[in-house]
């Protein structure tokens, strides 16, 4: 059904979901690429990690479900709800995931989602990720803004989106429910039109199409 909007839509309905989820890869050797059911086993023990599971508080317990979740991802693409991808290097076993979700084409808003794994940390996974995300949405897509939200206690993934040009907005007060209670959050935004950013500028030049 067509829907009547007053305004256009910033993303034209119907522009993506038809097309393969592309792969990318990163100045760094990183390869970006859809989850594929191989990677389940990785994807489940991803999160035996205790700080993957501190701050995801939906975690599969069993490969079955992890199927299932990959399955989703799949419609997600389909549907034009969000993207998600596995991280790894060279072929090899899973480093992390990245994801874009919430995708609202008429705002051309969608907000970010990152884990690494423990063994793969500190090496810039998830800065480079999330640096050609940054690149493929804004540039390529046309998404207008990009937000990520995380607990206030979560040092790390603020540095990530502060590494790739995320600018703290605000601070959410009581926003989120995690193990052990409500927390703060802290909302970053990355606006397509504030000009370059140095790792935005590398991962784009770095960018392949499957
Ligand atoms: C947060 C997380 C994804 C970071 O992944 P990573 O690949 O280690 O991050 P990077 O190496 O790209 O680091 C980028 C920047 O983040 C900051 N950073 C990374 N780890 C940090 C830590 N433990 N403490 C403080 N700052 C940290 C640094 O500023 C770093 O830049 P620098 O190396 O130039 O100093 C990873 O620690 C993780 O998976 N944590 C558990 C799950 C999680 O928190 N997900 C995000 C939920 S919102």
New binding site residues.
Partial sequence: MTRALSTPPVIPHGSLGGSPQPERGTPGGLEIRPWEDGDAPDFLAAYR?D??R???TRRPSTETQVHGWFAACRRDWQREKGAHWAVARGGGSVL?RIALRGFDFDDGVADV?????PG?????????A?TVLTTWALREIGFHRLE????TR???????V??CGYLLEGTKRSAAVHDGGRHDMHLHARVRDEGPVRSVMEGSLAGRTA
């Fill in positions: 990690d700080e993957i501190r701050w995801h992390g989602a990152y884990w690494v794994v793969a940390r500190g090496t810039g996974v998830a800065s480079g999330l990520l939200d995380h607990s979560n040092a790390a993934s603020c540095g990530v502060t590494k």
